[in-house]
């Protein structure tokens, strides 16, 4: 039996990193936040060829929102959401957005195919 791989070594095979962000949204804000998701989507997909898909849950709580992107590994990732994490457009369309989100509410998560 082979020793257990290190959580930040990529397994042999793995080539693709799943990025999802969730947020809840404020109260009367949901036609505003899946505007910017819209809007912040389409500038990284322009400027950077980075698909970021939108999604909301049919059950459950509606007020939820989740978008992510696939990368082909990690090193991929990293760079990806460096350029959009600099990007000074992206920047100031998330500081206007922040209204539409309950703070402290984003969660993230990256996954690893395998």
Request: one cysteine or more.
């Amino acid at each position: 039996m082979s020793s257990p791989q290190s959580l930040h070594q990529e397994p042999k095979g793995a080539s693709m990193i799943t990025w999802i962000r969730s947020a809840a949204i404020a109260p009367g804000k949901v036609p505003d936040a899946f505007a910017f998701v819209k809007k912040a989507a389409k500038l990284i997909e322009e400027k950077y060829a980075i698909k970021i898909v939108a999604s909301r849950p049919l059950v459950g709580n509606p007020t939820r929102i989740f978008w992510y992107a696939q990368h082909d590994d990690l090193q991929a990732y990293e760079r990806d959401h460096q350029k959009i994490n600099t990007d000074i457009e992206f920047q100031q369309m998330l500081g206007e957005a922040g209204q539409c989100f309950i703070a402290g509410s984003t969660h993230d998560e990256i996954l690893q195919t395998f």
